[in-house]
């Protein structure tokens, strides 16, 4: 038998002829409030839930947000509870004991928690837990209660004009969603309810007694609220039929960074309570709000989860059940599709704008689609409480590993990273609840997914893996909100990971997460970017291909991105040859071009694909530092490269020396490319115009001789891309003698310039970069290599040009940094793992250099009274080059 089954009377047939007209309508403004009526400043009454409710409904309606419809089962309806006679359920039992002799159920619910000593204990913590929620589903609803709720549950139906809908009865205390404590999942919620009858009532009084399940008492008790302090109110809400639709929850920030230039969204199939708690790998998808905003409205990233199974509703003939819902596996041909078109996403990306403006603040929310009228409807909003307030820090971690390191451990799972942090523990397979009481502090927990009744557990836990979830799971939410790093949707570690196993949890090397064997050292490094010294005269800028890395390093103290590689976003997110993807016919292999096929499948033609990917890869790089410089080098595969890709073969040829050969801008104006080059175009056209993400810079690189500057430039033209226009800047990379040698003459070509280190040193010194046996011989700190930095320096200087360098030596060896600062270049590009070490030593460069000119401006210790010069501050290279940024 149900814990609430044991109601005190059956009320599905009560009649309240004896309450007089006058008498309910007193009780209806205490105990009941319609949406209409509420605002934020109702929380005492209402709850945290239901005040956002009404908030947005009066607020938000106006501005073509979608609220359903409800009512608010007041805090003063539980207080009201808590006054009625305490009558224990016969027979005598632990909960008659631990109530004594009570008389009041409120009076029951004192004496039953002043058991609880010690709340680890979990024991005691399930035993007053289970005996508090007993005391509450037994107690008697007053008639006067019950006549306000069925009044209200009427006049529901009638504004919903359908006797048949159900609704949402959803828990809301009155610390609930506040900016400081979420008591996210805490409490009871119940979907698909008949709105009338016993089911209503019971729904609402388990609602009542959720306030105190073992998680949302610890959590009281973690928070240090009192328990009494708390009450609980009940919302009641037409249901969005999501279960035939779509569902999820969105932040106005990403979760992972706090970078809060970003509205991130996440939905699956069926009712949204899978993306909650973590069942499904949901879709996902990145809107910018400036652009948004600015009317460039696109969206910036997306990620296809597999969404394996769907919540829908049970048939209840009955209709005493009152949480009619059930899983069912989502079909295969559904799964390769998004939950919602482009067009929904933004429109979502648009209310939770709103929503953030009107709060004032970073907002979690919830949102359902109606499958009966197609609309989207916004069920929930409450602060944001993790990612946010980890934003008021100025100290950054970081947490390292080598490569090496990495290298010689066996990787058991990989998964979503939530975090940055790295743990080791012994791992604990969690399976069942009554496991959880063997789990021991400092322990993995891995299981296929958490919910809130494993609150107790996550908060010993160093780390956590599950076989479920995305980012914005209760795994996830616990794990940012505890500080530990945890691997989410692994499929297989609870099959993979024995418990015992030591294992380290590391969600330090990207958006993916990795679960090694054994025990992995890594580093912790600690630094207060507040009192960061940085270079005044030198930009910092980053070297960033990795889209899904692009949110986190852009709150590094950087002045934007100097490299953004095309390269890793063909690899990693498209893998398929350009050409295959233009001419699928031409790969004789029929598996091949099956796969290419279905690696653009969605798309009315395969090269689509490769468009659409490149320009979301770049511009979620783009989105993430703007409005800072983001030089995006065009791509540069070498033959042998290319070949890996998947249909490349049969468009690339087998050359002896791809270093030296067909690559760079010889590739752009060929016959045999040309046409790929114009798919990198489009796809560039489509970042800076259609998403509007004018602060990318093209940079060609490999560039031989001016007389291919010009026919890539040309080429660039026609398809839409035409230097200057529009504030386009083009670049080249300074890589070759050549380019050095003939810098004026490339000068009338490009705007600016940025060297790469790597290949003009081997071009330099003659050695291939990639020999074994020659890597004594290739050094950028050559004198050559360094004659050679310097004139380009000085060349770009004489034809007021940028110049910056992307390449890996200042990043390498500090002491080419100090002289590319020496020398006046305007920018560096490093690695981000050396951004903040490079910050500071340029910044105490300048400031010795200061003082020891200093030092000779007033005659360096002579007695001849020399006069003090001020000198002219030099501009910052991004006046010029970017006008308005400093």
């Not at 089911?199 to 609402?204: C, R, S």
């Not at 990620?303 to 005493?320: C, F, P, Q, V």
């Amino acid at each position: 038998m149900s814990l609430f089954s044991a109601s005190r009377r059956d009320t599905s047939h009560s009649s309240f002829s004896h309450l007089d007209a006058a008498s309910i309508s007193a009780a209806s403004k205490v105990y009941i409030r319609s949406f209409s009526e509420l605002s934020n400043s109702d929380v005492p009454l209402v709850g945290g839930k239901n005040a956002s409710l009404g908030e947005m409904y009066n607020s938000l309606t106006p501005l073509g947000i979608r609220i359903p419809h409800g009512f608010a089962v007041t805090a003063s309806a539980y207080q009201l509870l808590l006054q009625q006679p305490f009558e224990c359920a016969p027979p005598p039992n632990k909960t008659r004991m631990l109530a004594r002799d009570a008389e009041t159920v409120g009076d029951a619910i004192n004496n039953v928690m002043s058991h609880l000593v010690d709340v680890e204990d979990t024991a005691m913590l399930a035993d007053v837990g289970k005996a508090c929620r007993c005391i509450i589903a037994n107690a008697p609803i007053p008639e006067e209660l019950e006549a306000v709720i069925a009044l209200a549950s009427a006049e529901l139906r009638a504004k919903y004009g359908d006797t048949a809908i159900t609704v949402a009865v959803r828990s809301s205390a009155t610390a609930e969603d506040l900016p400081t404590a979420s008591f996210a999942g805490q409490h009871d919620s119940y979907l698909n309810v008949h709105p009338k009858g016993a089911a209503l009532l019971t729904a609402i009084r388990s609602c009542f007694a959720s306030l105190y399940t073992d998680r949302a008492i610890r959590y009281r008790i973690d928070r240090g609220f009192e328990h009494s302090q708390v009450l609980m109110s009940v919302g009641v809400m037409g249901m969005v039929r999501s279960d035939v639709a779509s569902a999820g929850v969105m932040f106005t920030m990403d979760t992972e960074s706090g970078h809060d230039g970003v509205v991130f969204i996440t939905g699956s199939y069926g009712l949204g309570e899978n993306v909650v708690q973590g069942a499904v790998d949901p879709d996902e998808w990145l809107v910018h709000k400036e652009m948004y905003n600015a009317g460039k409205r696109c969206v910036m990233n997306r990620h296809l989860g597999e969404k394996k199974i769907t919540m829908g509703y049970r048939k209840d003939a009955s209709g005493l059940n009152i949480n009619a819902v059930m899983n069912k596996p989502t079909p295969k041909e559904k799964r390769g599709h998004f939950c919602i078109t482009d067009e929904e996403v933004l429109e979502l990306g648009g209310f939770a704008i709103k929503i953030e403006q009107h709060y004032g603040r970073p907002m979690d929310i919830e949102w359902a689609k109606d499958g009966v009228d197609s609309k989207l409807w916004i069920v929930q909003a409450r602060p944001e409480t993790v990612a946010s307030q980890q934003l008021t820090s100025n100290v950054l971690e970081e947490y390292v590993v080598q490569k090496e390191d990495v290298a010689s451990r066996v990787q058991l799972v990989t998964g979503r990273a939530v975090g940055h942090r790295i743990a080791i523990g012994r791992a604990r397979i969690i399976t069942e609840l009554d496991e959880l009481p063997l789990f021991q502090s400092g322990e993995v927990l891995v299981a296929d997914m958490t919910t809130p009744d494993w609150g107790a557990v996550m908060k010993r836990a160093s780390a956590i893996v599950t076989n479920r979830g995305g980012r914005t799971c209760h795994a996830a939410i616990i794990s940012r909100e505890l500080g530990i790093p945890a691997v989410i949707g692994t499929d297989a570690a609870t099959t993979t990971i024995k418990t015992g196993d030591l294992i380290t949890v590391c969600c330090a090397e990207g958006d993916l997460g990795h679960v090694y064997a054994g025990e992995v050292p890594y580093q912790l490094i600690k630094t207060d970017l507040e009192h960061l010294a940085r270079p005044k005269k030198v930009s910092i800028f980053q070297n960033v291909g990795n889209p899904d890395l692009a949110l986190k390093f852009a709150l590094l103290p950087s002045d934007g991105v100097g490299l953004a590689r095309l390269e890793f976003i063909i690899q990693e997110a498209i893998g398929v040859h350009p050409m295959a993807l233009l001419h699928p016919e031409r790969i004789a292999d029929t598996k091949v071009r099956e796969a290419v096929l279905a690696r653009a499948s969605g798309f009315s033609h395969p090269s689509d694909f490769f468009v659409a990917k490149l320009a979301e890869g770049v511009g979620t790089i783009a989105g993430a530092f703007y409005p800072r410089p983001v030089v995006v080098r065009l791509s540069d595969f070498k033959t042998n490269e290319y070949r890996t890709l998947l249909g490349g073969e049969p468009f690339e040829a087998v050359e002896e020396n791809p270093m030296l050969g067909f690559r760079g801008a010889s590739r752009y104006t060929h016959p045999e490319f040309e046409e790929a080059f114009e798919l990198e175009i489009a796809a560039m056209k489509r970042v800076r115009e259609t998403m509007g993400f004018d602060n990318v810079i093209l940079m060609v690189p490999f560039c031989r001789s001016p007389q291919e500057a010009a026919a890539v430039l040309s080429k660039m033209e026609q398809g839409g891309l035409k230097r200057g226009e529009r504030g386009l800047k083009v670049y080249c990379m300074c890589e070759l003698p050549v380019n050095v040698l003939m810098i004026d003459e490339f000068s009338q070509y490009f705007d600016g310039f940025s060297i790469g280190s790597n290949d003009l040193t081997q071009l330099t010194l003659g050695v291939d970069r990639d020999s074994e046996k020659l890597q004594s011989a290739f050094d950028e700190r050559s004198p050559a290599v360094l004659r050679f930095l310097k004139m380009a320096i000085e060349g770009a200087k004489r034809n007021g040009r940028y110049i910056g360098i992307c390449g890996q030596a200042p990043s390498d060896f500090p002491e080419i940094a100090e002289f590319l600062s020496k020398q006046g270049i305007d920018s560096m590009s490093l690695n981000p793992d050396s951004v903040v070490s490079t910050n500071r030593k340029l910044a105490a460069l300048e400031e010795k250099s200061a003082t020891d000119l200093g030092l000779c401006e007033n005659g360096g210790g002579g007695g001849g009274g020399g006069t003090e010069k001020k000198r002219e501050q030099p501009k910052h290279f991004l006046s010029n080059v970017f006008p308005g940024a400093a």
